[in-house]
């Protein structure tokens, strides 16, 4: 989940959608603390961990819910 630009990624990802609610969640994932780790920045230092996901489809557009642990 990336929570932001992320100009790393430019012309190598190519990955859309919108929150349509629970947004509150992207933040709490996004404010975890970062580290360093094997050479890679913004690591999370505490697992960031994805219970579930459920996907759904309405009007051509497709629908993810998530729950987790952050």
Do not use: N, W
Request: charged share 15%; with cysteine; glycine share 12%.
């Amino acid at each position: 989940i990336c929570d932001g630009a992320q100009s790393s990624l430019d012309d190598d990802y190519a990955v859309f959608g919108m929150v349509t609610s629970g947004m509150e969640h992207v933040r709490a994932i996004s404010a975890v603390q970062t580290g360093t780790e094997g050479g890679m920045s913004d690591v999370p230092v505490s697992d960031v961990i994805i219970q579930s996901a459920r996907m759904t489809s309405s009007g051509g557009k497709t629908y993810v819910t998530l729950t987790g642990t952050y």
